[in-house]
C-alpha cells in the first residue's frame, strides 16, 4: 500500500482532521483520522464501601441524560494525576485515595486520543478545597451504585458509553 496524499482537510484550535489516500492493486484507499490535540483522565470513584459514585450528566447538545465515570482532558502543564484530581473535584465534588490502572485508547484506528484510567478509593466529599465547578454546557448530579447496580444498568442497555464500559473492564482486569 503506498500513501498517495495527505491533507488537514479541517482544523480548529486543536482538532484536526486529516485525509490519507491510498493505492493498493491499482485500488485507492480513503482514510481519515481525527487529532483531539490532548488526552484525558477517567476516574472510578469508589466510597469506602466500594460503591460507585457516578455522574448523571446532561450536555447542551444531547437529549438525554447520561450515566459515566468523571473524565476529562488533561489540560497543558498538567500531569495525568493532577488532571484526575482536577476532574474529580469539577464534576462531583470528591477526593480520595487515587491510584493510576491503566489506558484505553476509544477509537484506535480513527482517533489520537489516549484515556488514563484512576481508581479513587475512599472517596468523600472535599474538605479542604472548594468545589471547582462544571463547564458551562455540562449539567451533573452525583448518584452512588452497587456494583450489582451497575452492572444490572449495563445489561439493561441503561450505560453504553464507550469510555465506561473500557474503565470499567480495565478496573475489573485489576481486582
Do not use: W
Not at 53 to 69: A, C, M, P, S
Not at 98 to 113: A, C, H, N, W
Amino acid at each position: 500500500m503506498q500513501l498517495v496524499s495527505k491533507k488537514e482537510v479541517y482544523k480548529k484550535d486543536s482538532i484536526v482532521l486529516t485525509e490519507r489516500i491510498f493505492v493498493s492493486n491499482g485500488k485507492k484507499i480513503t482514510r481519515v483520522s481525527l487529532s483531539m490535540g490532548k488526552d484525558a483522565v477517567l476516574i472510578i470513584p469508589l466510597d469506602q464501601n466500594n460503591n460507585f459514585y457516578l455522574e448523571k450528566q446532561k450536555r447542551v447538545d444531547n437529549e438525554g441524560y447520561t450515566l459515566e465515570f468523571p473524565n476529562g482532558g488533561i489540560e497543558k502543564g498538567e500531569t495525568k494525576l493532577k488532571a484526575a484530581k482536577r476532574e474529580l473535584s469539577e464534576e462531583l465534588g470528591l477526593e480520595g485515595d487515587m491510584r493510576y490502572i491503566g489506558e484505553f485508547r476509544p477509537f484506535d484506528s480513527l482517533v489520537k486520543l489516549t484515556v488514563s484510567v484512576f481508581v479513587c478509593k475512599n472517596a468523600r466529599k472535599q474538605e479542604k478545597v472548594k468545589k471547582l465547578q462544571p463547564d458551562f454546557y455540562e449539567k451533573i448530579k452525583m448518584k452512588r451504585f452497587t456494583q450489582k447496580e451497575i452492572y444490572n444498568l449495563v445489561k439493561q442497555g441503561k450505560i453504553k458509553h464507550s469510555y465506561f464500559l473500557s474503565a470499567l473492564t480495565l478496573y475489573n482486569s485489576h481486582a
